[in-house]
């Protein structure tokens, strides 16, 4: 039997390999485990050791003493792997659904997610929102926790499934950590406007000539609009076009926003302060870990729903409201036609959940093994999309009460773009009691919801890193600072006079197009080399039951295949970068390619590194060993890996007397009942 890199190998007395068959053999995928006899059979033979392991057992005996052999032994099968004890774990259950919750359920839900909506057309975003959301988004969830939850590892070292695929993990370390970054900074922009919201007036509630252009500032219900023009969050009054304190608030004093990318300027301060507070605090909350975190998560993931709520009724009572909701939930059937529309919908489906980023593997990965993480996928995914739904309600009710107040038409009443949440619910905000309070605690609903998010794309990172170093474990608060300081120093640019185009470009490729392209490969190296049958075996294995039709289907056709048709063919039709009325140069666009290449581009690289480190005399020998999955796959504890083991092999045995039976049914006439399930005819 050819063995993988690290794998034990060993043979019967007649030179005939273990697991082949007969006696206590597994006939497993080999390695140490799958060539154990089992109890009763004849007596253990000797076992040969591969160079590394040999070398380790004897480290270990140099440092353990007198340690038992089966300790040692047990240590041995997952050289790279330390305990669960170390690793960590979840308090309890509700500490993961919580956590999930605020991982999916985060600033992309009211800060991304209307403007998404607003740019696409309302109701011709929403309908590719929800198809991508049933084919591509909820299976893909639902997948990632469960394979998470079966190995008990990150995102990295999951892929002992299908070792050609490590790359991909790699990726979603890589994409996180770019999320990472400019996620942050948009967590400072709230911790600066809730600061501001301390003042005796909310400063946008008036045209402050510190920051105001006093000619065309103009405050919601100072002045009857008269004589609107159709441009954007702007009104004409004596032929003077008139901007809303807002809008201006947000571009000239929080932004002091520049006339594009190729002028940054300087480092704003101000916001950079805010951004070093919002590091501290992701970093205080996580200096143990998940168990600090996992009980930040209580209220972290349930108090945006409470202001959620409030505003919506706010939002809903006031004139014109409902022509927003309208202009939401009605759809521009030719806008589906356009194939960025989709693009946008699946970025957003991906940004949302938190696919294919690595985060939801991550915190599977310290679930108890018999977790029902079936239960656990559904109601996130569903609240994910109720949350994205209300917070849309919210933004466009708003946005119908400012366009019944300026006249204009929904579609122009604000600039489209990432700012939207910073001008339209700064203005449903004016329109409440003691605004300077609600100002507070929407601004706090908004950086505790990053906060969630951010939570776990830093510690998808620290534990994807230390799962393959697992000495790392040991400093794992140094670790998380030099980390967070890294990730500081990278997204001052964002907080430049020009940073916001900076934070658009590193949005729309960092965590757009290569997540999209992630996607595709994790479903390949998952279900089409890895096995949809093996997949299906082990979940079986984990949960008890087999996952129906339905996941089966999108997770072997539908996700895959819609998700690179979109991504094939934005590629051909791809147009540069756009913020409001500002075209990015050529330059920019191709820094945006470099951003996307620099995770989307390990695939394909570690791919190939991988093919030429198995062992084999030719390149096909070597290209089939890196689809096989290596000794150390499989549940984290060794004794549900020894009952996984026999589960596949009678799983396999099975397959093979059902194939068998098929094919005497071919030969003769006669009905006959197939494999085990008596009773049931061809």
């Not at 006339?259 to 916001?271: F, M, N, R």
């Not at 600090?292 to 945006?304: D, E, I, L, N, Q």
């Not at 089966?552 to 756009?578: D, E, M, N």
Request: glycine fraction near 10%.
């Amino acid at each position: 039997m050819s063995s993988k890199k690290g794998s034990l190998k060993g043979s019967d007395k007649d030179g005939a390999p273990r697991g082949s068959g007969g006696g206590g053999g597994a006939g497993g995928r080999g390695g140490s485990l799958r060539e154990r006899h089992r109890p009763g059979s004849a007596e253990r033979q000797p076992r040969r050791f591969s160079a590394h392991i040999v070398a380790r057992r004897e480290s270990m005996m140099e440092r353990g003493g007198g340690m038992p052999f089966g300790v040692m032994d047990a240590a041995i099968r997952r050289p790279s792997l330390a305990s669960v004890a170390e690793r960590g774990n979840w308090g309890s259950r509700w500490e993961f659904l919580l956590s999930c919750v605020g991982l999916s359920v985060g600033i992309g839900n009211v800060w991304r997610f209307p403007y998404l909506a607003y740019q696409n057309g309302g109701g011709a975003f929403l309908i590719p929102y929800l198809i991508m959301l049933a084919l591509a988004g909820k299976p893909m969830y639902f997948l990632e926790l469960a394979v998470g939850q079966f190995g008990g590892v990150g995102p990295v070292a999951m892929w002992n499934c299908c070792p050609i695929s490590k790359g991909v993990g790699c990726a979603m370390v890589t994409v996180s950590l770019i999320v990472c970054i400019y996620y942050n900074v948009i967590m400072s922009y709230t911790v600066f406007y809730m600061v501001a919201s301390f003042a005796s007036e909310v400063p946008w509630s008036k045209c402050d000539p510190a920051w105001a252009d006093m000619e065309t500032c103009y405050v919601r219900g100072s002045t009857p609009a008269h004589n609107t023009s159709s441009g954007n969050n702007t009104m004409a009054t004596n032929s003077t076009y008139k901007e809303t304190a807002s809008l201006q608030y947000w571009e000239r004093h929080v932004l002091h926003l520049s006339s594009g990318i190729e002028d940054l300027g300087t480092v704003k301060w101000d916001l950079a302060l805010c951004l070093l507070f919002s590091w501290v605090v992701v970093v205080l909350c996580l200096v143990k870990g998940i168990k600090t975190s996992g009980k930040v998560v209580y209220f972290a993931a349930t108090f945006p729903y409470l202001i959620l709520f409030i505003l919506l009724v706010t939002g809903l009572i006031q004139d014109g409201a409902m022509a927003g909701v309208l202009y939401f939930v009605t759809p521009s059937w030719e806008r589906l036609l356009d194939v960025q529309v989709w693009q946008a919908a699946a970025g957003q489906m991906f940004f949302s959940l938190s696919v294919s980023m690595g985060g939801l593997i991550m915190y599977s990965s310290y679930n108890d093994f018999r977790n029902n993480v079936y239960r656990d996928a559904l109601v996130v995914s569903v609240l994910d999309t109720i949350t994205s739904i209300i917070s849309g309600m919210v933004t466009f009710s708003i946005l119908g009460a400012m366009a019944h107040d300026l006249n204009v038409p929904i579609d122009h009443v604000v600039k489209e773009g990432p700012g939207l949440a910073f001008v339209a619910y700064p203005e449903a905000l004016l329109r409440l009691p003691v605004p300077q309070l609600w100002s507070i605690l929407f601004f706090l609903m908004l950086f505790i919801l990053g906060l969630d998010s951010e939570f776990a794309l830093l510690e998808n990172v620290l534990t994807s890193v230390s799962d393959e170093f697992t000495s790392l474990r040991n400093r794992k608060l140094s670790f998380c600072v030099l980390t967070a300081i890294l990730c500081y120093f990278v997204g001052l640019p964002c907080v430049t006079y020009g940073g916001n185009y900076v934070l658009t470009l590193m949005d729309a490729y960092g965590g757009g197009i290569a997540v999209l392209f992630i996607a595709i490969s994790e479903c390949i190296g998952l279900i089409w080399i890895y096995g949809l049958h093996k997949i299906c075996d082990d979940l079986e294995f984990m949960l008890g039951y087999r996952p129906q039709l339905y996941w089966r289907i999108t997770w072997a056709f539908f996700a895959p295949v819609i998700l690179l048709a979109i991504f094939i063919y934005s590629l051909i039709v791809h147009k540069p970068l756009r913020y409001e009325e500002y075209d990015y140069p050529d330059w920019a666009d191709g820094v945006g390619w470099c951003l996307a290449c620099l995770s989307m581009l390990q695939i394909p690289i570690i791919a190939v590194i991988v093919i030429f480190q198995q062992k084999g005399p030719s390149l096909k020998q070597k290209i089939l060993q890196s689809l096989r999955p290596t000794e150390e796959w499989g549940p984290s504890d060794l004794n549900l890996r020894e009952d996984w083991l026999e589960f596949g092999n009678k799983s396999k045995t099975n397959l093979r007397l059902n194939s068998l039976d098929v094919q005497n049914d071919c030969s003769n006439s006669a009905p006959r009942t197939i494999g085990a399930k008596g009773g049931e005819y061809l």
